[in-house]
């Protein structure tokens, strides 16, 4: 194993990316911000004054408020794509409560015999709201500034999920590669702007009510100028690649693209589950996918033959703790009937079942055991239980569907499913606590990600799938007391690929054939 | 001056005001009197707009108030609100500069003007002009929001309970600060209060309401001398002696009885206490307790003639009056 480096280390290396992550990521909070400030500002003023459209614009902004991030994030790819605009705006619906509640409970907090004397001296309603109301309200107005910009902080971590940059990418990507260095690279920054925010606000909130009116002339403008930090991610390319924030940090990844192909393309990263379907719509060319995603054939791509070899087999096999297969001899037996049944276009089209017909995978797991003969009757039985976990996409739901239904009718074991734990560290971290028994995992994974050998020990296994077979399961039994059980048979491996008549138009078949096409096009420009 | 005519206000279904009448003669200074809830706030409200009429016609130097723009309209009234309602997050002078802002006048002659009237209100510009209302006590909140009121000379000013936050002392001291303002000598003035004391020391004119109505209107005396109705009467009850005492002057009782002849013609007389036959039996007998002597001259300088009062006098004349009322 390389020795570990250090967090300071990888910041220092990472510098680049991470300043632009960090100004990508005040500009997605302030953009968001002061869009949220423009409108709810004076939607907070106008119910102010107008008691029957105050419950109805509060409960539509409270609503709002409690979707979930990462759902209301789903909704706005349909309706709005993916990037920088279906981000702010998701951003702008989470911070617009808080601004439009405390802009409307700060001017119905103002003392009435106040604005009734500005009235009385001849003020009209609107000398009245500027010169009175406005900074009397401006402490409560600012605690929902406040707690937006707070909330917008942490939520904009999501947003590179859809491509839209900033600190989530070295989160996400560190979460996927079991890189604690890179998750904290994006976490400490991201926390240390919502800390700094937070302070800066409380500032200014508690600054005298009599300064009020200058607060109100310097906070747009300091938001105006932090908006301006946020360029873009994606201008206009003629090739754009999307890909997932693990996919970019990795050997056998970007990282190798770029070294061993000498592939130079525009770059954003986005979360695997509205990769496809951008690349589908055409807002980005090419995507690190897995090769047997029902995706592909459901949007109708195809994988780029990797001509260098940079990606490692991923064969899937049941990753399980020792101490359970000691402890219930039954169990491998029951587990490794499924062993060799399953090839690339099997598992390619029960995912498409699941992934694009919206079959359940329940569902997908039972025709399959049916279809192959693999069916017996639960026995119901209470000997122990068996905690299987499963990583968060379709194909790993339909094969701990499989075993739950193979264990339960080869053994008197019960089955207990933890289904969806993220990515590849949690669900290892997960088997190695204690947490669950066994999932699926791939060798490609287990060997990259976490046993990690160095340059030379890659090089010897040289992309061979029994070789890369031995030394995880190796690997795994003496540092983890884990095993690796027979192979199911299909391999899940990393594939670039493009739109099937884009690629077809273009005459690409190979990751260097885009390679030459995106370098030409580069010298035309 | 300012001719109300059959005002009333309706807030869903009450009659907060119930068709009255008045008029205040300018630079006359009318009060209103009565018990909580009885409609003066809201009457008051309605001669600068603050609160529209449901009904009747005000007019204020000829105009009618209705055919004005009512912020332009509140611009020419001053207006102290029952709560001071001072700016907390202006200044001193930046409150007192609120109405001249609003009429353009340039910063100099604002300033001017300022300087001039919280002089008078003894609220010195350098000392008090950059200090915030929550750094001023209860009666220099007061005098601000009265000098605030006053700043563009407005010909007409409304108050109400202008002193109503104050404790008794205090508000004798600012009450009496007040009728002395020079400021306020021209002017026409509608004042709310609910304390008799207060009512009768500033109004020359009084009207008494209850329940939206104008119970009675008059002058002190005749309030407190000839109640229109039981109401009246028992408003005035619970310091009947000293009410009648505050309203009844030296005038009135000279041709009825004066000091014994053995204080008339004392050697001593010369050194005696002096005051005006306007002044209240009351503030002659308030004078005589502080004193050492048992007696005091009232003048009366239009007929040039002055007479000797001890208490036991002026007593036995208000008895004689009150048997003849
Ligand atoms: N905005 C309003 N809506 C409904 N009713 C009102 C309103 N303002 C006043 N009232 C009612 O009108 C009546 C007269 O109120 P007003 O404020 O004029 O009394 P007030 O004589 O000034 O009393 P106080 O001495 O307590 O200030 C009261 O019964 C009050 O409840
Ligand atoms: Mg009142």
């Known amino acids: ?525 | 001056m300012i001719i109300a005519e059959h005002i009333s206000k309706i807030f869903n279904d009450i009659k907060a005001v119930d068709d009255i009448s008045f008029e205040v003669k300018e630079g006359e200074t009318m009060v209103l009197l009565g018990t909580s809830g009885c409609g003066k706030t809201t009457t008051l409200k309605m001669l600068n707009r603050l609160i529209d009429a449901s009904g009747g016609s005000i007019s204020i130097d000829g105009k009618n108030i209705f055919d004005q723009q009512p912020e332009i309209l509140r611009r020419t009234i001053g207006y102290v609100s029952q709560s001071n309602g001072l700016f907390p997050h202006y200044s001193v002078e930046e409150n007192v500069s609120v109405v001249p802002k609003l009429l353009k006048w340039d910063k100099s002659k604002t300033r001017n003007r300022a300087q001039e009237l919280l002089e008078q209100l003894k609220l010195p510009l350098e000392e008090f002009g950059h200090k915030y209302p929550d750094e001023l006590s209860g009666g220099q909140q007061q005098r601000v929001a009265i000098a605030r009121a006053l700043i563009s000379n407005p010909p007409v000013l409304l108050m109400d309970e202008p002193f109503g936050a104050l404790d008794p002392i205090t508000r004798a001291g600012v009450r009496k600060e007040f009728l002395e303002l020079p400021e306020l000598k021209q002017k026409t003035i509608v004042l709310v209060t609910h304390d008799v004391q207060e009512a009768f020391e500033l109004g020359d004119h009084i009207c008494l309401m209850d329940k939206g109505k104008i119970v009675q209107a008059g002058n002190a005396k005749d309030l407190i001398l000839k109640p229109a109705n039981a109401f009246a009467r028992n408003f005035f009850d619970h310091q009947r002696l000293f009410l009648e005492l505050s309203a009844l002057t030296f005038q009135d009782i000279l041709n009825i009885a004066d000091a014994d002849s053995a204080f008339q013609n004392n050697a001593d007389n010369a050194s005696l206490p002096e005051i005006s036959a306007k002044a209240s039996l009351w503030a002659g007998m308030e004078i005589l307790s502080a004193s050492s002597k048992d007696a005091l001259i009232v003048r009366n300088d239009t007929l040039n003639i002055s007479k000797i009062y001890t208490t036991s006098s002026i007593q036995e004349a208000y008895r004689i009056l009150k048997q003849h009322n």
């Not at chain 1, 999501?158 to 904290?184: R, V």
């Not at chain 1, 199911?488 to 884009?502: D, H, P, S, T, V």
Request: glycine share 8%.
């Open chain 1, 1 to 525: 194993m390389e020795v570990q480096q250090s967090l300071w280390e990888f910041m220092a290396q990472q510098s680049d990316k991470l300043l632009s992550q960090t100004l990508a990521h005040i500009g997605l909070t302030c953009i968001s911000l002061l869009i949220a400030v423009v409108i709810g500002l004076p939607l907070g003023i106008w119910i102010a004054q107008r008691n029957k459209a105050a419950w109805l614009v509060l409960g539509i902004a409270g609503v709002l408020q409690t979707i979930p991030s990462i759902a209301l994030l789903g909704f706005m790819i349909p309706l709005l794509g993916i990037g920088a605009l279906p981000a702010i705006t998701a951003l702008f619906l989470y911070a617009l409560l808080p601004i439009i509640r405390n802009t409307y409970t700060g001017i119905r907090g103002v003392n009435p015999a106040v604005t009734e004397s500005a009235r009385g001296m001849g003020m009209s309603r609107w000398q009245v709201l500027f010169n009175v109301e406005l900074p009397l309200a401006m402490p409560v107005i600012l605690a929902g500034i406040r707690t937006a910009t707070v909330i917008n902080v942490g939520v904009a971590t999501l947003a590179a999920y859809i491509a839209a940059g900033g600190l989530g990418e070295f989160i996400f990507g560190g979460i996927a590669l079991n890189n604690s260095n890179m998750i904290l690279a994006g976490a400490i920054p991201a926390a240390l702007l919502a800390i700094f925010f937070d302070l800066l606000l409380s500032l200014v909130q508690k600054a005298n009510v009599r300064k009020m009116r200058k607060v109100s002339l310097v906070l747009p403008i300091l938001l105006l100028l932090l908006s301006s930090f946020y360029i873009f991610p994606y201008a206009d390319a003629k090739m754009l690649g999307g890909f997932t924030p693990e996919f970019m940090g990795r050997e056998d990844g970007y990282l190798g693209l770029k070294s061993k192909y000498q592939l130079n393309m525009p770059t954003v990263v986005i979360s695997d589950a509205v990769m496809y379907k951008a690349a589908y719509e055409k807002k980005i060319d090419v995507i690190s996918g897995y090769s047997t995603d029902g995706r592909l054939k459901a949007y109708n791509l195809i994988t780029l033959e990797d001509d260098k070899s940079i990606f490692p087999p991923y064969y899937a096999s049941p990753l399980v703790r020792k101490d359970v297969l000691t402890k219930y001899p039954e169990l491998e037996a029951a587990i490794n009937l499924l062993s060799g049944k399953i090839n690339d276009s099997i598992m390619t089209d029960l995912n498409y079942r699941v992934d694009y017909l919206k079959q359940s995978p329940e569902k997908v797991a039972q025709d399959f055991i049916l279809a192959n003969d693999l069916y017996k009757k639960s026995k119901n039985g209470n000997k122990g239980v068996i905690r299987l976990g499963s990583k968060i996409f379709a194909e790993q739901y339909i094969l701990i569907n499989i075993y739950k239904a193979l264990i339960e009718g080869n053994t008197e074991l019960k089955v207990e499913t933890k289904t969806g734990l993220g990515g590849t560290k949690i669900c290892f971290d997960a088997l190695t606590n204690n947490e669950i028994d066994m999932y699926p995992e791939y060798t490609g994974t287990g060997l990259l990600v976490i046993l990690k050998p160095t340059k030379n020990d890659l090089a010897a296994l040289s992309g061979s799938r029994e070789k890369v077979f031995n030394y995880v399961q190796k690997g795994f039994d003496e540092q983890y007391n884990l095993q690796w059980l027979k192979p199911i048979g299909f391999n899940n491996a990393y594939a670039l690929m493009m739109r099937k008549e884009q690629a077809q138009s273009l005459n690409i078949r190979t990751i260097t054939d885009l390679k030459d096409y995106v370098s030409t096009d580069n010298h035309r420009h």
